[in-house]
């Protein structure tokens, strides 16, 4: 499966994005899907995931309330919604998707969107 992510920018401090990750193949409907994001001189980060049917999700503590992972099979597409952003969430985002595995380390991925880069001004 390919991935293909989009939706980020430059927002203040308070502000919402949301960011798509758009999958090629049939396959995806099968995929658990996930957000991770990378600072620079960080290493990447765990922000949400979603199971295959959409029926269990879960988050890093750092953006739980304010974040929500969804997806539309139908699309092909899974979406981060971010509210409530601070400066602190500026970040290259990445998209993953893995059709048996979901954990919070990025090993346990294996397939990866190419980034969009998350900018929150304060």
């Known amino acids: 499966v390919q991935l293909q992510a989009s939706g980020g920018g430059l927002v203040q401090a308070g502000g919402s994005l949301r960011l798509s990750c758009s999958a090629s193949?049939?396959?995806?409907?099968?995929?658990?899907m996930g957000w991770f994001r990378q600072a620079p001189g960080k290493e990447r980060e765990f922000v949400a995931a979603?199971?295959?049917?959409?029926?269990?999700?879960y988050y890093a503590d750092s953006v739980k309330g304010r974040f929500t992972i969804s997806r539309d099979n139908a699309k092909n597409t899974v979406y981060l919604q971010m509210n409530s952003l601070k400066p602190e969430d500026t970040a290259l985002y990445y998209c993953?998707?893995?059709?048996?595995?979901?954990?919070?380390?990025?090993?346990?991925?294996?397939?990866w969107g190419q980034g969009t880069q998350v900018t929150v001004s304060s």
């Open positions: 193949g049939s396959t995806f409907s099968s995929y658990n």
């Open positions: 979603i199971n295959w049917s959409g029926g269990y999700t």
């Open positions: 993953a998707g893995d059709p048996a595995r979901n954990q919070r380390v990025p090993e346990g991925w294996s397939y």
